[in-house]
C-alpha cells in the first residue's frame, strides 16, 4: 500500500507559475504521474514519467509544463509555467506498481484570467 500526499495548488493569475508535489509514503521505482479533472469533464492525464526518468506529456501542456522525480525523496514534481484559465482543475498524483494503481486526493489549481 502506498499513500500519496499532493501539494502546491492553489490560485494563481494566467500567465503566472505554480510547482506541485506528490510525496509518496515510501520508496517508488514506477511509474508516476499527473491527471487532472476539470469540473463536467473527465480525468484526463497531464504528465507521466518512468522510473528512468522518460516523460510524456499531454499536447496542451508541451512546453509549459515539466515533471520530474526524486526518487531519494520519494517525490514527484510538476512545474507549471505560462499557466492558462483553461489548467483549471483537480490535480491527481498517480503511481503504478503493477498491479496496483494508487490515487493522491488531489490538490485544486486554479487559474484566473
Known amino acids: 500500500q502506498v499513500q500519496l500526499v499532493e501539494s502546491g495548488g492553489g490560485l494563481v493569475q494566467a500567465g503566472g507559475s505554480l510547482r506541485l508535489s506528490c510525496a509518496a509514503s515510501r520508496s517508488i521505482f514506477v511509474d508516476m504521474g499527473w491527471y487532472r479533472q476539470a469540473p463536467g469533464k473527465q480525468r484526463e492525464l497531464v504528465a507521466t514519467?518512468?522510473?528512468?526518468?522518460?516523460?510524456n506529456y499531454a499536447d496542451s501542456v508541451k512546453g509549459r509544463f515539466t515533471i520530474s522525480r526524486d526518487n531519494a525523496k520519494s517525490t514527484v514534481y510538476l512545474q507549471m509555467n505560462s499557466l492558462k484559465p483553461e489548467d483549471t482543475a483537480v490535480y491527481y498524483c498517480n503511481a503504478v506498481e503493477p498491479p496496483f494503481r494508487y490515487w493522491g486526493q488531489g490538490t485544486q489549481v486554479t487559474v484566473s484570467s
Open positions: 514519467i518512468t522510473s528512468g526518468s522518460s516523460t
